[in-house]
């Protein structure tokens, strides 16, 4: 350093002034940028924890407005088991109790599509007896017996006309109501704890 020019010292000064602000904004914008995946990412957990909360607040406390429908439908749900889903088709061939059954679908919310189906069907049937049902009540290679077609009861009409009350007509086809109540019916076997499936998709509540 002694042989350098007091111009050169400087010059030299002056260069290293401006370095060390860059070196610092380079230092904030990645710690920046970090601290913003985080904070992301953390956000997307608390989003998922409270929908997972209000699902199973709506599957204990159900908004329904059981009390008034009280003397029309007499049916205790969940349902557990086919005799039960018998009796449960025959009550709501009446017409007042279909709409009755429907107010109490149509009350009971979400955050997305297959969320209402689940707590719908959840508040609806039991995983036993979902175990025993499938949608069309055809035999697949893994069963051996045959199961209840869950689309050909009564039960199902009215939790389908209580999704549609409560999203609008054109907000639902019969199509994609058929995949997430056929999903949760899959699983119901998984859900009482049986054999689990190879597959790596979470298996709904």
Not at 136 to 152: I, N, Y
Not at 188 to 205: C, L, N, V, Y
Request: aromatic content about 6%.
């Amino acid at each position: 350093m002694q042989n350098v020019t007091p111009s050169l010292m400087v010059i030299l000064v002056f260069h290293l002034s401006l370095l060390k602000p860059l070196i610092f904004l380079e230092l904030f914008f990645e710690t920046d940028a970090t601290s913003q995946k985080m904070l992301t990412m953390l956000s997307d957990r608390t989003r998922a924890v409270n929908e997972l909360r209000e699902e199973v607040r709506a599957i204990r406390h159900p908004c329904c407005n059981e009390s008034v429908d009280a003397g029309v439908l007499s049916l205790d749900l969940p349902l557990h088991n086919i005799e039960e889903l018998n009796n449960a088709d025959e009550a709501l061939q009446s017409q007042e109790a279909n709409k009755a059954m429907v107010r109490r679908f149509a009350l009971i919310g979400g955050t997305t599509l297959e969320v209402r189906v689940r707590r719908v069907m959840a508040y609806a049937i039991t995983n036993e007896l979902a175990s025993v049902l499938n949608w069309a009540g055809k035999k697949t290679k893994d069963q051996t017996k045959q199961k209840r077609a869950f689309k050909e009861t009564a039960l199902c009409r009215c939790i389908f006309d209580g999704l549609m009350q409560q999203l609008g007509s054109n907000s639902m086809s019969e199509f994609v109501f058929a995949q997430a109540v056929q999903k949760w019916l899959r699983y119901a076997p998984d859900r009482m704890g049986g054999a689990g499936r190879t597959s790596s998709i979470s298996i709904p509540e």
